[in-house]
């Protein structure tokens, strides 16, 4: 499969702990995204790489949040010290580099967290 | 207000029939539009792209107003396998930034 992967697929922490969610973009792709989807609600913009610099970070995305891509390819979302507000989807999207603004990110399954 | 808005879902449609999606969005610089297919716990995927002049893809047709700050969707000839959420979305800046509307969910029954 070349799509873009995500792990864990599913993730049940306590309150308190720290998660970290990895992301694996298609392979000639060089921007990278995360989205947080709750139940009812479209996909929010967290943070976009392009290579391996971090370009923009959303105000949702709070001092708890950390994201890398380290060498520009696969992608981490840190959240420490879990709150039951962070419970949502995770997801990852990622799409070429190319002069036209096409609009197509390819998403991954995401990574659903329950926080109890 | 929200950057993108939807028509509240959702909407319970036979088969067959035609029905409408409304969107607005509320930064006049939006520069691209979309909408995007999520069926029921699966990931967003892109449906067509929303041009000024308008533009059809077999039984879809999407209308873009800036003027008005407002997009459409029709499906006409409704299939069951039309059921899912469709989402409205706009771009912001240079690299692709989707924001999403909340979605409107469509339900196609016998």
């Known amino acids: 499969d070349t799509g873009v992967s995500q792990d864990p697929r599913h993730k049940i922490t306590k309150r308190g702990q720290n998660v970290t969610f990895r992301c694996d973009p298609i392979?000639?792709?060089?921007?990278l995204y995360w989205y947080r989807q709750t139940l009812g609600q479209g996909p929010e913009f967290l943070t976009y790489f392009q290579n391996e610099a971090q370009l923009e970070k959303s105000r949702l995305l709070s001092d708890r949040f950390s994201a890398e891509r380290p060498k520009g390819s696969f992608s981490t979302l840190e959240i420490q010290r879990t709150e039951q507000g962070d419970s949502a989807m995770y997801l990852c999207?990622?799409?070429?580099?190319?002069?036209?603004?096409?609009?197509?990110?390819?998403f991954g399954e995401g990574s659903r967290l329950t926080v109890l | 207000r929200k950057e993108v808005e939807q028509d509240p879902g959702p909407f319970n449609v036979p088969e067959g029939a035609t029905v409408a999606f409304n969107c607005t969005y509320s930064?006049?610089?939006?520069?691209?539009f979309f909408w995007y297919r999520q069926d029921c716990r699966k990931e967003p995927k892109l449906l067509m792209s929303?041009?000024?002049s308008g533009n059809e893809d077999g039984r879809f047709t999407a209308q873009l107003n800036r003027a008005s700050q407002y997009i459409s969707l029709l499906i006409r000839d409704s299939k069951l396998s039309d059921s899912a959420t469709y989402l409205c979305?706009?771009?912001?800046?240079?690299?692709?930034?989707?924001?999403f509307g909340a979605g409107t969910r469509l339900a196609v029954h016998p």
């Open positions: 392979s000639e792709h060089n921007r």
């Open positions: 929303v041009y000024s």
């Open positions: 930064n006049s610089a939006s520069q691209s």
């Open positions: 979305v706009v771009t912001l800046g240079g690299y692709n930034k989707l924001i």
């Open positions: 999207a990622s799409s070429l580099l190319a002069g036209e603004n096409t609009g197509e990110l390819f």
